[in-house]
């Protein structure tokens, strides 16, 4: 029997903090169907190990390719346990990342549109003598338009301030906001990311007819944002939607960038929160104090 040569002993022995395979496509079986998505699967390594043991990361996948799951964020999770009962390790993180559809319809013609959304799922699983201790988190991002405020407010010097029924003129832009949740069981819900992004934000479509291209452009001028505007939006309908459902140490993480029109630089914009710290700022909102998010 050939030697196990991941178990010897390196010439250095010094631990490592991760160590594992990506890009790795997985196939998930989920309601929408078997859907792929862009693995990194990785743990720690003792200093006493020269390597980890890789093909038994293979055969944790091969295990759950024909098992359904509700989520993505749910494979994640029973992924990290079954590579972390393969490996001498005693941390493991899985990292996943694909593209889901989105079924809506358009404001004003009516039309079905299918649209396409960014999730991401990740599970950190470290095994220690007193128990498991897990740090799930699932995200979803979404494209959306941004009209620029300030040249809108300049414009509106420049012709005069009169009164108009039509939103002054301005730049806008392509968007795409991200938020990212800490998850407790099964909560929040893919759904539950899609609301407070669709509720804070000017969701762009695929489909979309003149009177809807009119729509969307209207409302975005009417209410135009920033990308500050965007992530704050998005971080008050998280703490509205997810606050007294999700404990309050929930960590949030929301970032924005918009491919600026007439600049040749990207705007970016990030925030890593509490969802105490979100309800915290609202309240302090409503009694006219002031608190950082």
């Known amino acids: 029997m050939s030697p196990d040569v991941p178990e010897e002993a390196p010439r250095v022995p010094l631990p490592l903090g991760e160590v594992g395979i990506s890009r790795k496509t997985v196939w998930i ?16 390594l003792p200093a006493d190990c020269r390597g980890i043991h890789m093909s038994r990361i293979e055969e944790a996948v091969s295990q759950l390719h024909s098992v359904s799951f509700p989520d993505p964020g749910l494979y994640a999770e029973r992924l990290a346990r079954l590579v972390s009962l393969t490996q001498r390790g005693d941390e493991v993180k899985v990292r996943i990342a694909g593209r889901m559809p989105v079924l809506r319809q358009t404001a004003v013609s009516g039309r079905p549109s299918v649209d396409t959304v960014r999730i991401h799922a990740s599970c950190s699983l470290a095994v220690r003598e007193k128990g498991h201790q897990e740090d799930n988190r699932i995200g979803l991002a979404v494209h959306h338009i941004t009209a620029c405020p300030c040249t809108q407010v300049y414009a509106r010097t420049l012709c005069g301030g009169f009164d108009t029924p039509l939103p002054y003129p301005t730049h806008s832009q392509r968007s795409e906001t991200r938020i990212d949740v800490g998850r407790t069981g099964n909560r929040p819900c893919y759904e539950d990311l899609i609301e407070c992004l669709e509720m804070a934000l000017h969701v762009t479509q695929d489909l979309l ?3 809807d291209e009119a729509e969307i452009v209207m409302k975005s001028h009417r209410s135009p944002q920033f990308a500050e505007d965007a992530v704050r939006e998005v971080a008050r309908e ?5 606050g007294n459902r999700l404990p309050g ?14 600049h040749i630089h990207n705007v970016r914009c990030r925030m890593e929160t509490t969802l105490a710290r979100i309800l915290d700022a609202l309240s302090a909102r409503n009694t006219g104090e002031s608190k950082p998010l």
């Open 29 to 44: 079986d989920l309601p929408e169907g078997r859907i792929p998505f862009d693995a990194e699967i990785s743990v720690n």
């Open 209 to 211: 007819k003149r009177p």
């Open 238 to 242: 998280a703490g509205l939607r997810l």
């Open 249 to 262: 140490s929930t960590p949030v993480i929301i970032e924005s960038t918009s491919l600026e029109s007439i």
